[in-house]
């Protein structure tokens, strides 16, 4: 059975850093393209960030560019998110996200497409006070 588990969510302030954790589980071994996805207050789960089998490709949401770094630890099958300068448009349910079956086999592969991944975590709460 496939399990991704978030941590490090939290409660902070504005301009403050949190780093969330998701490991997978139940997977055979390999690499996978994994991402974040969030869900604020009221609205659509959002795209946030992804990586690649060989962690060259991490594109971004504009809204996260140059605050957030999405990293990847294979031997742990860990994926990671690092959060700086928080605001308090950042809150929201952070979600991680993993491409097992589908998805082209290229190293190089990711996506922003919620609809292209597989598994979910049960999410983690990140709120962000002003």
């Known amino acids: 059975q496939v399990q991704l588990v978030e941590s490090g969510g939290g409660l902070v302030q504005a301009g403050a850093s949190l780093r969330l954790a998701c490991a997978a589980s139940g997977l055979p071994p390999s690499t996978y393209p994994m991402g974040w996805f969030r869900q604020p207050p009221g609205k659509e789960r959002e795209f946030v960030a992804a990586?690649?089998?060989?962690?060259?490709?991490?594109p971004y949401a504009d809204s996260v560019k140059g605050r957030f770094t999405i990293s990847r630890d294979n031997a742990w099958s860990a994926v990671y998110l690092q959060m700086n300068s928080l605001k308090p448009e950042d809150t929201a349910v952070y979600y991680c996200a993993l491409v097992g079956r589908g998805g082209s086999t290229s190293s190089y592969y990711t996506s922003r497409r919620a609809d292209e991944y597989d598994y979910w975590g049960q999410g983690t709460q990140v709120t962000v006070s002003s």
């Open positions: 990586i690649s089998r060989n962690s060259a490709i991490t």
